[in-house]
């Protein structure tokens, strides 16, 4: 290549930057895409209704449609009392506008042959045990929340739901009582269809008449308690007012939870994102919306925000980013003690970081946090080429040697670039098993190949007359020489290390323990207390004031929300401090507060069980009672062997509901069917919900409800109603208390029973292997089994994978090498500085007993194409001897290696995604072991196998052919004499 063509190289760089800087400009932030799947959840409502009777009209029905859908991978449901939530998850291959059209269409076709009083079922794009991505607690009417706030936040892009929890609905209450009723024949569904009929949208008709067509209005909508009052209802001939038969009342609806901000009764909004939502954005929209001075006025308080962190997040990777720039620039001055150079090295590294913002801007990629980390651990990369060109300078007597040696050197330059590109290259294939590596592969992929285009093709024209100095690094270089020489004396020794290292690496990775759990990294502490399911809401409150009182006494804690249900309260605690542990301990010494109660709260001590990991594993088959009893034996028979930290049983005691058995020939003989007498049962048990109407432009939930009394005995001297009579309940059937469960899980179709255990984060993969041991030691009937989390096998999949694409690799970058340089052995004793040079990071995981995470073998993916590089240089060195080979190159090797160290340090020990953590501590100890393995023990293996292809392949010898240019840069490069270039 011509170099000395400098305007030419500096117009098209110029362009280049100009051009990659206006793009650049233009790029977006955004967050981890952590969705493997596509997530759907269908919510419905049925008031009145218990889990059993939901479970059957409601939740088998719709999964049976859905089990006929293609790439499903997972569903869950869940019935409660009034509700029905189900769950599915489809592979990330399948489209995502088809099974949203799919799900819908199954969905209102069940709607539609639903009975009447079933709410519109809701579709959202995320999970139902999906966490909120923001919480804000604010104090305004409940208008402004539903008519206002609400609407904005579901516009945004991204957002899945948006729930409002803790206001105080008002509603209209129609009350009616039974006895006075039924002296009228006054069935109660014929109010409820009243209400309906006369609140139906308005119409508008017309009426033609010869040649014209005139239109007119008819006003049919419920506008007031007054209308609402004057609603006639015909018995027969006879027509009567509804306010005679009932009391219309406003009142504030039954409230089924009670939210608390730190003792206080407040409302909050809860937002909810699908699976590949840009949260960035949709925090900025949140707070831009909620600053307005017409909502900034009931202060708004944000109780945590993911979006506003992954942001602050990406701001501590460009900080990192900088620390990393800085660190090249101080470290290769204290190497060359050159200024120049080291603003040269700058420029380039920023350059680099330029051109490749530029191109993903172009390709439309955001910058997000892999994206960063993946730029970051690149800057030693890209520094590499550089070095070696500053090397081939420092030993160049002049320019035009300086130029030809370059030429040289491109072979050796653009091999050691394509064997990292090749180890880069499975990153973009493997977003199934970690959700997001792709922007790390992307982002380490473009600075290789940016970096290597300015170093190699950019930087060579203009570096000679810049860099006039010679620099002198013999008082570095010449103390490890004769280490190294001394050593390499006892070459059959180093040999046998070698290759022992490589085995044993080997070994350490097959044996060494997985993590194939997912962890937790929330900063938010979760836990609940759990009552009687018969004890009442305001009860709770009462018992719960001097507790949360204590509890928001604890040092850095900032925020206490608890949810108050029936039988149970669930806490967010959001903290401040740095150790979660140690905020988790002084929570639970609070316990002994708590009567009647039992706390449920995760495992804290700090130091032998930091970050337990919790597993929910489920008991399937065809009667939920039996799961619920084989999960109590499997509960009892961990805690017996001591193999979880704590063991919670995901279930309540079942609770008391009445429960009614007609007699079918009695209400046939009063002309009711059991739907009848069950839907007149429910009116008079239940508050329920029969309409809604626009008072002042606020909706107002309309309900129908008894004033009769609610006890058992009470109730069965009531009275079933039919058109021209009425009859005791008690005289049409049994009516009795009876207990059934509070809530019924699903899973795949199957009724389950779930409980949860707490493991150690270190030992997980040995204590899930014993659990499942003991598992399997229970004698379960035909159809019962346990499954553990899909996520678990998922994972174990996803090692397999990532071990099959390290050996790939490998293969991969032996057999370039070997078509690179026409010999095996030298290709073989190169490889092997593979997992020779893994040997240092996998003994430091067995001995501090570290579980191999995803980042870690993603780590030695990218290991396995950079660990080799200086081996390549070495062996391709233009010299005979191996202590020559080595006294040419030590200098670049040197400096790359601890560059790429030190990039990869600031990562490990700032960044706060364990992912990066792991990857940087593999790039780190891995780049340091692969430093000794090529400067110690892979030059014993290249003394044979460079000897053994001496005969056919030598450098600067007569039957190399050399050409006259090369025979004068041999003949220079023997020479002591130093370097001068032409002034202009």
């Given at each position: 290549?011509?170099?000395?063509?400098k305007?030419?190289?500096?117009?098209?760089?110029?362009?280049?930057?100009?051009?990659?800087?206006?793009?650049?400009?233009?790029?977006?932030?955004?967050d981890?895409?952590?969705?493997?799947?596509?997530?759907?959840?269908?919510?419905?409502?049925?008031?009145?209704?218990?889990?059993?009777?939901?479970?059957?009209?409601?939740?088998?029905?719709?999964?049976?449609?859905?089990?006929?859908?293609?790439?499903?991978?997972?569903?869950?449901?869940?019935c409660?009392?009034?509700?029905?939530?189900?769950?599915?998850?489809?592979?990330?291959?399948?489209?995502?506008?088809?099974?949203?059209?799919?799900?819908?269409?199954?969905?209102?076709?069940?709607?539609?042959?639903?009975?009447?009083?079933?709410?519109?079922?809701?579709?959202?794009?995320?999970?139902?045990?999906?966490?909120?991505?923001?919480?804000?607690?604010?104090?305004?009417?409940?208008?402004?929340?539903?008519?206002?706030?609400?609407?904005?936040?579901?516009?945004?892009?991204?957002?899945?739901e948006?729930?409002?929890s803790?206001?105080?609905?008002?509603?209209?209450?129609?009350q009616?009582?039974?006895?006075?009723i039924?002296?009228?024949?006054?069935?109660?569904?014929?109010?409820?269809?009243?209400?309906?009929?006369?609140n139906?949208?308005?119409?508008i008709?017309?009426?033609?008449?010869?040649?014209?067509?005139?239109?007119?209005?008819?006003?049919?909508?419920?506008e007031?308690?007054?209308?609402?009052?004057?609603?006639?209802?015909?018995?027969?001939?006879?027509?009567?007012?509804?306010?005679?038969?009932a009391d219309?009342?406003?009142?504030?609806?039954?409230?089924?939870?009670?939210?608390?901000?730190?003792?206080?009764?407040?409302?909050?909004?809860?937002?909810?994102?699908?699976?590949?939502?840009?949260?960035?954005?949709?925090?900025?929209k949140?707070?831009?919306?909620?600053?307005?001075?017409?909502?900034?006025?009931?202060?708004?308080?944000?109780?945590?925000?993911?979006?506003?962190?992954?942001?602050?997040?990406?701001?501590?990777?460009?900080?990192?980013?900088?620390?990393?720039?800085?660190?090249?620039?101080?470290?290769?001055?204290?190497?060359?003690?050159?200024?120049?150079?080291?603003?040269?090295?700058?420029?380039?590294?920023?350059?680099?970081?330029?051109?490749?913002?530029?191109?993903?801007?172009?390709?439309?990629?955001?910058?997000?946090?892999?994206?960063?980390?993946?730029?970051?651990?690149?800057?030693?990369?890209?520094?590499?080429?550089?070095?070696?060109?500053?090397e081939?300078?420092?030993?160049s007597?002049?320019?035009?040697?300086?130029?030809?040696?370059?030429?040289?050197?491109?072979?050796?330059?653009?091999?050691?670039?394509?064997?990292t590109?090749?180890?880069?290259?499975?990153?973009?294939?493997?977003?199934?098993?970690?959700?997001?590596?792709?922007?790390?592969?992307?982002?380490?992929?473009?600075?290789?190949?940016?970096s290597?285009?300015?170093?190699?093709?950019?930087?060579?024209?203009?570096?000679?007359?810049?860099?006039?100095?010679k620099?002198?690094?013999?008082?570095?270089?010449?103390?490890?020489?004769?280490?190294?020489?001394?050593?390499?004396?006892?070459?059959?020794?180093?040999?046998?290390?070698?290759?022992?290292?490589?085995?044993?690496?080997?070994?350490?990775?097959?044996i060494?323990?997985?993590?194939?759990?997912?962890?937790?990294?929330?900063?938010i502490?979760?836990?609940?207390?759990?009552?009687?399911?018969?004890?009442?809401?305001?009860?709770?409150?009462?018992?719960?004031?001097?507790?949360?009182?204590?509890?928001?006494?604890?040092?850095?804690?900032?925020f206490?929300?608890?949810?108050?249900?029936?039988?149970?309260?669930?806490?967010?605690?959001?903290?401040?401090?740095?150790?979660?542990?140690?905020?988790?301990?002084?929570?639970a010494?609070?316990?002994?507060?708590?009567?009647?109660?039992?706390?449920?709260?995760?495992?804290?001590?700090?130091?032998?069980?930091?970050?337990?990991?919790?597993?929910?594993?489920?008991?399937?088959?065809?009667?939920?009672?039996?799961?619920?009893?084989?999960?109590?034996?499997?509960a009892?028979?961990?805690?017996?062997?001591?193999?979880?930290?704590?063991?919670?049983?995901?279930?309540?005691e079942?609770?008391?509901?009445?429960?009614y058995?007609?007699?079918?020939?009695?209400?046939?003989?009063l002309?009711?069917?059991?739907f009848?007498?069950?839907?007149?049962?429910?009116?008079?048990?239940?508050?329920?919900?029969?309409?809604?109407?626009?008072?002042?432009?606020?909706?107002?939930?309309?309900?129908?409800?008894?004033?009769?009394?609610?006890?058992l005995?009470?109730?069965?001297?009531?009275n079933?109603i039919?058109?021209?009579?009425?009859?005791?309940?008690?005289?049409?059937?049994?009516?009795?208390?009876?207990?059934?469960?509070?809530?019924?899980?699903?899973?795949?179709?199957?009724?389950?029973?779930?409980?949860?255990?707490?493991?150690?984060?270190?030992?997980?993969?040995?204590e899930?292997?014993?659990?499942?041991?003991?598992?399997?030691?229970?004698?379960?009937?035909?159809?019962?089994?346990f499954?553990?989390?899909s996520?678990?096998?998922?994972?174990?999949?996803?090692?397999?994978?990532?071990?099959?694409?390290?050996?790939?690799?490998?293969?991969?970058?032996?057999?370039?090498?070997?078509?690179?340089?026409e010999?095996?052995?030298?290709?073989f004793?190169?490889?092997?500085?593979i997992?020779?040079?893994l040997?240092?990071?996998?003994?430091?995981?067995?001995?501090?007993?570290?579980?191999?995470?995803?980042?870690?073998?993603?780590?030695?993916?990218?290991?396995?194409?950079?660990?080799?590089?200086?081996?390549?240089?070495?062996?391709?060195?233009?010299?005979?001897?191996?202590?020559?080979?080595?006294n040419?190159?030590?200098?670049s090797?040197?400096?790359?290696?601890?560059?790429?160290?030190?990039?990869?340090?600031?990562?490990?020990?700032?960044?706060?995604?364990?992912?990066?953590?792991?990857?940087?501590?593999?790039?780190?100890?891995?780049?340091?072991?692969?430093?000794?393995?090529?400067?110690?023990l892979?030059p014993?293996?290249?003394?044979d196998?460079?000897?053994?292809?001496?005969?056919?392949?030598v450098y600067?010898?007569?039957?190399?052919?050399?050409?006259?240019?090369q025979?004068?840069?041999?003949?220079?490069?023997?020479?002591?004499?130093?370097?001068?270039?032409?002034?202009?």
């Amino acid at each position: 290549m011509n170099y000395h063509a400098k305007k030419k190289f500096f117009f098209v760089f110029a362009i280049i930057s100009i051009l990659f800087s206006y793009s650049a400009s233009h790029i977006k932030f955004s967050d981890i895409h952590n969705s493997k799947f596509h997530t759907f959840s269908i919510k419905f409502k049925y008031y009145g209704i218990d889990p059993i009777a939901i479970e059957k009209i409601i939740t088998k029905p719709l999964e049976e449609k859905f089990c006929e859908l293609d790439s499903l991978y997972e569903l869950k449901s869940t019935c409660r009392f009034n509700e029905s939530i189900t769950t599915t998850w489809f592979y990330s291959s399948a489209n995502q506008d088809h099974i949203y059209l799919k799900i819908r269409k199954i969905t209102e076709d069940l709607y539609n042959s639903l009975p009447q009083n079933v709410q519109r079922p809701e579709i959202y794009n995320s999970s139902s045990e999906d966490k909120s991505i923001t919480c804000i607690a604010i104090n305004c009417p409940d208008t402004i929340l539903e008519k206002n706030i609400k609407p904005h936040l579901e516009s945004i892009p991204g957002v899945s739901e948006v729930i409002i929890s803790g206001k105080n609905n008002q509603t209209v209450s129609i009350q009616f009582d039974n006895k006075h009723i039924s002296n009228y024949h006054i069935i109660p569904s014929n109010i409820s269809k009243a209400v309906n009929f006369f609140n139906a949208p308005n119409l508008i008709a017309s009426k033609k008449s010869g040649l014209f067509k005139s239109s007119f209005f008819i006003k049919n909508k419920i506008e007031s308690k007054e209308e609402l009052s004057d609603i006639q209802l015909f018995q027969g001939k006879s027509a009567l007012n509804l306010s005679t038969i009932a009391d219309i009342n406003f009142s504030t609806q039954k409230q089924n939870e009670l939210e608390l901000l730190n003792n206080t009764k407040t409302a909050y909004i809860n937002i909810k994102a699908s699976g590949n939502s840009n949260k960035i954005n949709i925090s900025e929209k949140t707070h831009t919306l909620l600053n307005k001075a017409e909502y900034k006025k009931y202060n708004p308080v944000f109780l945590y925000d993911t979006g506003k962190k992954q942001k602050n997040l990406l701001l501590s990777v460009c900080g990192t980013l900088i620390i990393t720039i800085i660190l090249n620039i101080i470290f290769s001055y204290l190497f060359y003690r050159s200024i120049k150079l080291s603003l040269i090295l700058s420029v380039i590294i920023c350059s680099a970081i330029l051109w490749t913002a530029g191109l993903l801007s172009i390709i439309n990629v955001s910058i997000n946090e892999q994206i960063l980390s993946g730029i970051s651990l690149s800057t030693g990369l890209i520094a590499d080429t550089a070095l070696v060109i500053f090397e081939i300078l420092n030993n160049s007597v002049s320019k035009k040697i300086f130029f030809k040696k370059v030429n040289l050197t491109l072979s050796a330059a653009s091999a050691s670039t394509a064997t990292t590109l090749i180890a880069v290259i499975p990153l973009f294939f493997m977003t199934d098993i970690t959700p997001g590596i792709k922007s790390s592969g992307i982002s380490i992929f473009t600075m290789l190949i940016v970096s290597s285009v300015i170093s190699l093709f950019f930087l060579p024209p203009f570096l000679p007359d810049i860099l006039r100095k010679k620099y002198n690094t013999e008082s570095i270089t010449a103390p490890l020489i004769k280490i190294i020489s001394q050593i390499l004396k006892k070459r059959n020794t180093l040999k046998k290390i070698f290759l022992f290292s490589s085995i044993l690496s080997i070994v350490l990775f097959i044996i060494s323990d997985k993590n194939v759990s997912q962890n937790d990294m929330s900063d938010i502490i979760y836990y609940s207390i759990e009552y009687n399911p018969e004890k009442k809401i305001d009860s709770i409150h009462t018992e719960l004031t001097p507790y949360i009182n204590e509890i928001s006494k604890i040092s850095q804690i900032d925020f206490i929300k608890s949810t108050i249900l029936r039988g149970k309260v669930e806490f967010e605690v959001i903290h401040s401090s740095n150790s979660k542990s140690k905020i988790i301990k002084q929570i639970a010494s609070k316990s002994g507060l708590i009567k009647d109660g039992d706390v449920y709260i995760p495992s804290g001590s700090e130091k032998k069980y930091k970050n337990p990991v919790t597993l929910q594993i489920a008991v399937t088959g065809d009667d939920e009672s039996k799961c619920r009893a084989l999960a109590k034996e499997a509960a009892f028979l961990i805690n017996k062997n001591n193999l979880s930290l704590q063991t919670t049983l995901n279930f309540k005691e079942e609770e008391k509901m009445f429960s009614y058995i007609p007699s079918k020939i009695k209400l046939a003989k009063l002309n009711l069917s059991t739907f009848d007498a069950a839907q007149q049962l429910r009116y008079s048990i239940f508050d329920s919900v029969i309409s809604k109407i626009f008072i002042n432009n606020n909706e107002t939930d309309v309900t129908l409800s008894s004033t009769n009394s609610k006890k058992l005995p009470d109730i069965t001297e009531l009275n079933f109603i039919t058109r021209d009579d009425s009859v005791r309940i008690s005289s049409t059937g049994i009516l009795k208390e009876d207990k059934i469960p509070s809530q019924i899980h699903r899973l795949d179709s199957q009724p389950c029973a779930y409980f949860s255990i707490e493991l150690n984060k270190k030992t997980f993969t040995r204590e899930m292997n014993k659990i499942k041991r003991i598992l399997s030691s229970i004698k379960t009937q035909e159809g019962y089994k346990f499954i553990f989390p899909s996520s678990i096998k998922q994972n174990q999949i996803a090692y397999k994978k990532l071990s099959a694409i390290i050996f790939f690799c490998i293969f991969c970058i032996y057999c370039f090498l070997t078509a690179q340089n026409e010999d095996f052995k030298i290709s073989f004793s190169i490889l092997c500085c593979i997992p020779s040079s893994l040997f240092l990071p996998l003994l430091i995981r067995l001995i501090t007993r570290t579980a191999i995470s995803f980042g870690d073998t993603v780590g030695i993916i990218l290991l396995s194409g950079i660990v080799i590089n200086n081996s390549i240089y070495i062996s391709e060195a233009p010299e005979f001897s191996v202590i020559k080979k080595i006294n040419c190159r030590i200098e670049s090797i040197l400096i790359t290696s601890l560059t790429t160290i030190l990039d990869s340090l600031p990562m490990m020990c700032l960044s706060h995604s364990q992912f990066i953590k792991s990857l940087s501590f593999f790039m780190t100890f891995g780049i340091l072991n692969s430093l000794i393995v090529s400067l110690f023990l892979f030059p014993s293996m290249l003394d044979d196998a460079y000897y053994s292809v001496l005969k056919h392949e030598v450098y600067y010898t007569a039957e190399s052919k050399q050409t006259s240019d090369q025979k004068d840069i041999h003949r220079q490069m023997s020479r002591k004499t130093p370097r001068t270039f032409p002034r202009k």
